[in-house]
């Protein structure tokens, strides 16, 4: 996911969210309790999956309707199970389940959204539409009597993306339905990096916009105004020359 550091605002009074994991792994030190874990893409879930790993038993859970086309849902499943082949990942324990595409679901809940802008109301309902339908897929295990010990998402590794708000709507959804939201901060400790590192390593499709139609259009109203800008730099260049030589 092509994101950038610069658009982090500061979050007053957050939680450590990073040093509420360690101390869940270090409490599980010696086992690896099974996590149901929300993929958004490829490039986010290489830099976490390369970190838990060690510690969880993983299904990545990519439950994804607000990516604005089939085609691009079905580009993004297909380049993370490239990913989890490459990473040798299934030797590790690492498995994937994709419910099918329904963009009518994001739809739904973007209503009268649709021009809020990237981390505003229409993203905070994205968000827990996605770990509302996790904690659902870990209440249908637990039925079928093979749960998971946690969910969690990929999330929270995108500086686009607010930890603060992802763990406190993963939690309150996990109360709701009595199970455990494991904590992250992804982007702590490098983690961020590490996915722009894995993602070249392993040559992944790095998608310009977060997944809905609506920040396809804002990337693509910033990528026109860069380039009118630069060709107004380039005009005002050009006719300087041109004064210069009169
Ligand atoms: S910008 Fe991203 S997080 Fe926000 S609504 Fe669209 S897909 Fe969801």
Redesign the pocket.
């Known amino acids: 996911m092509v994101e950038t550091e610069a658009y982090i605002k500061p979050e007053p009074n957050k939680q450590n969210y990073q040093k509420l994991l360690d101390t869940i792994i270090e409490e599980n030190a010696g086992c690896r309790p099974r996590l149901l874990l929300h993929s958004c893409c490829a490039p986010c879930s290489s830099a976490v999956l390369d970190y838990l790993s060690k510690y969880f038993q993983i299904t990545l859970f990519y439950y ?1 309707p ?2 604005s086309t089939e085609a691009e849902f079905q580009h993004r499943v297909s380049e993370l199970q490239r990913l989890i082949r490459e990473m040798h990942l299934v030797e590790k324990g690492v498995s994937i389940l994709v419910p099918p595409y329904d963009h009518k679901e ?1 739809l739904e809940i ?1 209503r009268g ?1 649709e021009k ?1 802008p ?3 109301e ?2 905070h ?3 827990r539409e996605r770990l509302e339908r996790t904690a659902e897929e870990m209440d249908r295990a637990k039925a079928a009597g093979e749960s998971y010990d946690y969910f969690c998402t990929t ?1 929270t590794i995108s500086p ?2 607010s930890a603060e708000i992802l763990n406190e709507i993963g939690s309150e959804i996990a109360s709701q339905h009595a199970l455990r939201f494991l904590p992250s901060d992804f982007k702590k400790r490098g983690g961020y990096q590490k996915s722009i590192e894995l993602s070249r390593q392993y040559q992944l499709y790095r998608q310009d ?4 139609e ?2 396809k259009a ?1 990337s693509e109203r910033e990528r026109r105004a860069r380039e009118q800008s630069k060709e107004k730099v380039m005009r005002a260049a050009f006719l300087d020359k041109e004064t210069d030589g009169n």
């Not at 916009?209 to 809905?212: A, D, Q, R």
């Open positions: 994804n607000n990516i994001f973007a959204h809020d990237e981390r505003g229409r993203c309902r994205c968000y999330l686009m993306k916009f977060c997944g809905c609506f920040s804002a």
